[in-house]
């Protein structure tokens, strides 16, 4: 049986002008393939994918097409093998700043969508006392987004993306404002919501380490314009846990994943660990 792709980028490319006129060409000749991962008991387990890239080298805009939020100059960008023509509940996406809803509460932030759907009452109850206990929010259920801390709004974000089960998941840099505990929290609190949800996960960083430790597939890529290096198999078993960073095999694939950037053109900056 033929495997469809989840996400499908063909010969993409991403110019942009200026106010001043100028144009500046973001991505070029960007091509890569998501298929569906599945266990060998055939349950679908999605696959989680990392681009990782110094900053304002396109990674966000690669997402922000994926999510029907812009378009390629030249190319086709395809989600289940049908091209792109705008956002879709097929789609859930997280930013690096929180996008909560201020007016509702928790519960009500993750319902939302579920609402919009037109998901039953009791079923909707379900899904939202689920996925708050998931992600660690529970006896937050009444509170307000503005009450939260910054990694407790990305928990939050997490769970509203997810109340929906979006066929494919967009996370631009979500963890980028936390400190350096939370962010690692948050690595493997993700690591173990993704695992029971089925996503295609594809998360945008300019963390070397986090890219590893996260990613089934890493893509490397180059400075502006931007286009993909290398696509790095990650061979590390699941379920992972931080202390995974310390072995030799890790710090190798870090290591090359840095000399990759290093050498490549272009602007930008590197985290090479948090």
Known sequence: METRNKVE??????????????TVQALRDVN????????????????????????????????????????PTS?????????????????????????????????????????????????????????????????????????LSGGMQQRLAIARSLAVRPQVLLMDEPFGALDAQTRNDMQTLLLGIWDESAATVLFVTHDVAEAVFLADRLYVMSGRPGTILEDIPIPFARPREQG??????????????????????????VRVSV
């Open 32 to 71: 890569l393939e998501i298929a569906d991962d599945f266990a060998s008991d055939g349950k679908d387990i999605g696959e989680f994918r990392v681009v990782l890239g110094p900053s304002g080298c396109g990674k966000s805009t690669i997402l922000r097409m994926i999510a029907g939020l812009d378009f």
């Open 75 to 147: 190319g086709e960008v395809l989600v289940n093998g049908r091209p792109v023509t705008g956002p879709g509940s097929d789609r859930g996406m997280v930013f690096q700043k929180y996008t909560s809803f201020a007016w509702l509460t928790v519960e009500g932030n993750v319902e939302y969508g579920l609402r919009i759907k037109g998901t039953p009452e009791h079923e909707r109850r379900g899904i939202v006392s689920h996925l708050i206990q998931a992600v660690g929010l529970s006896g937050f259920e009444k509170a307000y987004p503005h009450t």
């Open 9 to 22: 980028l063909r010969n993409v490319s991403r110019v942009f002008t200026t106010a001043a006129g100028e």
């Open 244 to 269: 995974l960073k310390e072995k030799k095999e890790f710090q190798e694939i870090e290591a090359h994943a840095l000399a990759l950037l290093r050498r490549a053109a272009g602007s930008g900056q």
